[in-house]
């Protein structure tokens, strides 16, 4: 994916996009998630997936480690790791909405806040799995090249005398 500068510079904007366009999603959906932890909970337990235990943990540590993907990738720092633990999270996600329209819940994702029990005709797990099969392929597009232009990665990369 290299070759002339230009080329190269092309690349490193389409990462850059891609860097950001991940990270607004991760801000999109941490924020209202961490301010309503009470309906974070109600979203998380919807998917019956989960020892009752594990909900409040899940719905605790999920907005934040959210927020922090965000961050990573705004300042494009550890590109790769937050690109793959994105993908890890979306595969997840993905796989959650699939297992609840499989079993016929009628459930909000609660992707972005907000979530629990809808009235039946009222689940959009088509529209919401089609979304994350975008914003995985944001992430396995940095997964394979992390290098962007603006990062904390390319800058530290440059100082060190390495490519960029």
Not at 107 to 119: E, L, M, R, S, Y
Request: aromatic share 8%; net charge positive; glycine share 12%.
């Amino acid at each position: 994916m290299t070759g002339t500068p230009g080329r190269a510079r092309l690349w490193d904007t389409v990462g850059l996009l891609a860097r950001f366009g991940l990270a607004a999603v991760w801000l999109s959906a941490g924020i209202p998630k961490a301010l309503d932890a009470r309906e974070t909970t109600v979203a998380v337990r919807a998917y019956q997936v989960l020892p009752e235990g594990l909900v409040p943990v899940v719905a605790g540590v999920l907005p934040f480690l959210e927020i922090a993907l965000a961050l990573l990738l705004i300042a494009g720092l550890a590109t790769r790791l937050a690109a793959v633990l994105s993908a890890v999270l979306l595969v997840i996600f993905i796989a959650g909405v699939a297992q609840a329209a499989i079993r016929g819940l009628t459930i909000d994702c609660g992707c972005f806040g907000g979530g629990g029990d809808v009235a039946p005709g009222q689940t959009a797990y088509t529209w919401e799995i089609v979304r994350d099969l975008g914003f995985l392929a944001l992430a396995g597009f940095l997964v394979a090249r992390p290098r962007t232009a603006f990062s904390v990665d390319g800058w530290t990369a440059r100082r060190a005398g390495g490519p960029a």
